[in-house]
């Protein structure tokens, strides 16, 4: 379950379980409400290299096309986590406590928040975007788009979950070409990305949140939202993300996937894609490679159409080109190879020098998590989440958030409100520890 790629991390809404986030957009906070005070701010980390061969990561390929993860470690560490997460959950459903206030392990997650995770599945943009911008041809454009979106998955699959961002959070890093990128969470679980290419030679932007389910010993589930690259002469191509499977969550071999389609359109140019993921999935197809009637297919492969629409009825009306390949290793137009992985190197982010004071890497309980101090990230993550789940209230009462009050209880401690106070100086002056206390809402 924690080994699951961007699009779906968010086991939180796995289990029913929420982050602290508000129902509402940012904009009800008012502007003076950041995710955290700024004199809690810490030295940015500098930047560090985020991508590894499959080695590195503890996986390998399978030779039936799945990444198999091979850190049996790791996986002991994750397993034992779930099952004392999923206990809890139990508990709290059996002592009709509310099940958002159960904490996920420490030991689950990667020192990253997830507006910084998610951009591990652009890095072919320097490459691909770039190579789109200059093409004049319409279908050249689309068959660049479709090999960035499919050429960044296999960069999703990493073994920890990142942190669930805080309502109002922030990231801001570009690439060594000049592309930019800017992400904020604006929901309770939905994030907002614009990425500028050098010159603004094209635009990539778009809204995502997240939903999976179980299935037994694995977990299903998809980033939904539109993701959509614009271009200076106005041509516009939006597409979806395929659904992430991973197998073993309890027991037995732990294996990536992804599978279902991802769907391209361009409705300027009447122009569309669909991408289809392991095609030859199919039940019986499985029982006789298991009988070894048959060859088992490989579920890393990929194939699809582009193919013009009408523009009054929106049906295919002519295939342009056919797409093939692997979400592994490479995808193909009519045999033109348009990424491989062996040659196109992946564009490693780096990171804002000097963000805005709501950049995630500000947070707490990430730095510590950096340091390896558990015990102290355990202690701001659940004084963020407490503060978070405290002004959700406020909101869905209809309170105004200018007005907000440092703790719930009025018989905890207090202090003044009407200046900015330190996390680090509440904690320390507390006799109850930090998962007592409210953070007022400070500029």
């Known amino acids: 379950l924690f080994a699951f790629p961007i699009p779906i991390w968010g086991v939180w809404l796995v289990w029913g379980h929420r982050s602290c986030l508000s129902a509402t957009d940012r904009h009800t906070m008012g502007d003076d409400c950041g995710p955290f005070p700024a004199s809690t701010l810490r030295r940015v980390s500098s930047h560090v290299q985020i991508f590894q061969d499959e080695s590195d990561l503890g996986t390998r390929v399978s030779e039936h096309g799945t990444l198999v993860y091979t850190n049996e470690e790791e996986l002991t560490i994750q397993?034992?986590?779930?099952?004392?997460?999923?206990?809890?959950?139990?508990?709290?459903?059996?002592?009709?406590?509310?099940?958002?206030?159960?904490?996920?392990?420490?030991?689950?997650?990667e020192p990253r928040s997830l507006l910084e995770r998610l951009t591990d599945m652009w890095s072919y943009a320097p490459n691909l975007l770039v190579k789109g911008s200059q093409a004049t041809d319409p279908v050249e454009r689309m068959k660049s788009v479709v090999a960035f979106a499919i050429g960044g998955l296999h960069l999703t699959c990493r073994p920890r979950k990142p942190f669930p961002p805080l309502l109002g959070e922030t990231y801001q890093a570009s690439y060594a070409d000049g592309t930019r990128i800017y992400c904020e969470q604006t929901g309770v679980t939905r994030s907002h990305w614009e990425v500028f290419g050098p010159g603004d030679i094209f635009h990539f932007w778009g809204e995502g949140w997240w939903g999976a389910s179980f299935r037994f010993n694995s977990v299903r589930g998809r980033q939904l939202g539109r993701s959509t690259v614009d271009f200076p002469d106005g041509q516009r191509i939006s597409f979806t993300v395929p659904y992430a499977v991973l197998h073993g969550i309890l027991w037995g071999e732990r294996s990536f996937e992804w599978e279902g389609t991802m769907q391209f359109e361009d409705h300027v140019n009447h122009l569309a894609c669909k991408v289809a993921f392991n095609p030859d999935a199919r039940w019986w197809k499985y029982l006789l490679s298991l009988g070894r009637l048959t060859a088992r297919p490989r579920c890393d492969r990929i194939v699809g159409d582009v193919y013009r629409l009408d523009p009054v009825t929106g049906v295919q009306t002519e295939v342009l080109s056919r797409v093939e390949g692997s979400w592994i290793t490479h995808v193909e137009f009519d045999g033109e190879r348009f990424w491989d992985r062996e040659?196109?190197?992946?564009?490693?982010?780096?990171?804002?020098?000097?963000?805005?004071?709501?950049?995630?890497?500000?947070?707490?309980?990430?730095?510590?998590?950096?340091?390896?101090?558990?015990?102290?990230?355990?202690?701001?993550?659940?004084?963020?989440?407490?503060?978070?789940?405290?002004?959700?209230?406020?909101?869905?009462?209809?309170?105004?958030?200018?007005h907000l009050l440092p703790f719930i209880d009025s018989s905890r401690p207090s202090f003044e409100s009407s200046r900015p106070v330190s996390v680090q100086s509440i904690t320390e002056g507390s006799e109850e520890g930090p998962q007592a206390l409210h953070l007022p809402c400070l500029p």
């Open 343 to 402: 040659t196109f190197l992946p564009s490693k982010p780096i990171a804002e020098p000097d963000p805005l004071p709501s950049d995630c890497r500000f947070r707490e309980d990430i730095q510590f998590m950096k340091e390896r101090d558990l015990k102290r990230a355990e202690e701001y993550k659940d004084i963020l989440e407490e503060r978070q789940r405290y002004e959700e209230s406020l909101r869905q009462n209809r309170l105004p958030t200018s």
């Open 79 to 109: 397993r034992r986590a779930v099952r004392e997460a999923f206990g809890t959950v139990v508990r709290s459903v059996w002592e009709g406590t509310d099940i958002q206030q159960v904490v996920l392990p420490l030991t689950l997650f």
